[in-house]
């Protein structure tokens, strides 16, 4: 199950890194909206790959109303950005920090609990790392001293 929570909260998150897209705001705003897009891109890739790795262990897709479903049963708390909210570039990525975090902590689960192959296990280990390089080494660059 816990491959499918992933699954989830990749949908979840990439549309909330959407909103954070649409949304931020100041004079810093064209590098922003840029790197939030790439991120948009980045979290749509890795769900699209885990959704086809579901597939080849006999986990379905899930639709948008099953991942609330999914998420709502899970015992983590998510998360749904407000559409109408405004974000500064620091609470853009302040609120990146945690998606990074609770997604990697995630795939550190899965990778840990489920019985996958090997191959899958290391393509989801890909993951974490282009994750973790995003969170611990870019995003500590960006909100140092702001």
């Known amino acids: ?35 939030l897009d790439s991120y948009h891109e980045m979290l749509d890739g890795l769900a699209d790959e885990v959704a086809e790795i579901g597939i080849q262990v006999g986990i379905a897709p899930v639709g948008l109303f099953e991942v609330f479903g999914i998420l709502k049963d899970d015992n983590r708390t998510y998360v749904s950005l407000n559409g109408s909210k405004k974000f500064t570039s620091k609470e853009a990525f302040i609120c990146i920090n945690d998606i990074f975090k609770n997604l990697i902590d995630l795939y550190t689960e899965v990778c840990n609990s489920d019985a996958l192959p090997p191959d899958i296990v290391n393509k989801l280990e890909e993951h974490m790392y282009t994750l973790r390089k995003e969170l611990q080494y870019k995003n500590v660059s960006r909100l140092y001293n702001s």
């Open 1 to 35: 199950m816990s491959l499918k929570i992933l699954l989830s909260a990749l949908v979840l998150q990439t549309h909330n890194v959407r909103i954070l897209h649409w949304n931020v705001t100041g004079l810093d705003f064209d590098p922003v909206h840029k790197t």
